[in-house]
């Protein structure tokens, strides 16, 4: 009954697949690196509250800017994932916000192999339903004539 899927890819291929498609760092980790350039350009400065809001907010324009299919929900990830301010310079914190950044798109393919590989046990899963159900539904051979049958002269 199976015979009409595709095979199955193996883990390196689909992984490959992924890269590719993932080709670029999604839009979160963009405006971390964004903002992690942005505070380069004064990396022995203090890190103050206010300036980070602010170079945020400019990081986020910019990427929306280039990137037309950025949404709010990509600042509200880069957002959730920023590190405590308790580095004390630009360049620190931008160091650890590459470091970030590069670790969604990691957690983004691995979320993605989690997903496809719980998709694909569904369909193995309904697959070895239909095979049962195929198999219930099968005609049964023939059922030998009883002795009542014989006496009731009921013919098969």
């Known amino acids: 009954m199976t015979d009409h899927f595709p095979s199955a890819p193996d883990q390196a291929s689909f992984d490959e697949a992924l890269a590719q498609l993932l080709g670029r760092p999604s839009y979160a980790a963009q405006i971390l690196h964004a903002l992690a350039d942005l505070l380069d350009d004064a990396p022995d400065e203090p890190l103050a509250d206010y300036v980070l809001t602010q170079a945020l907010e400019w990081a986020a324009r910019s990427v ?12 509200d990830r880069a957002t959730v994932a920023l ?16 470091d970030i950044a590069d670790g969604l798109d990691r957690t ?26 195929l198999a219930a539904y099968t005609p049964r051979p023939e059922q030998p004539r009883t002795a009542e049958d014989r006496r009731r002269g009921d013919a098969r």
Request: aromatic share 4%; charged share 25%.
């Open 64 to 75: 929306a800017h280039t990137s037309p299919g950025a949404t709010s929900d990509d600042l």
């Open 83 to 98: 590190p405590e301010i308790g580095i004390s310079t630009h360049g620190q914190y931008a160091a650890s916000l590459r």
């Open 108 to 133: 983004e393919l691995q979320a993605a192999r989690h997903d496809y590989e719980a998709h694909a046990a569904r369909h193995a899963l309904q697959d070895h339903r239909d095979d049962a159900n």
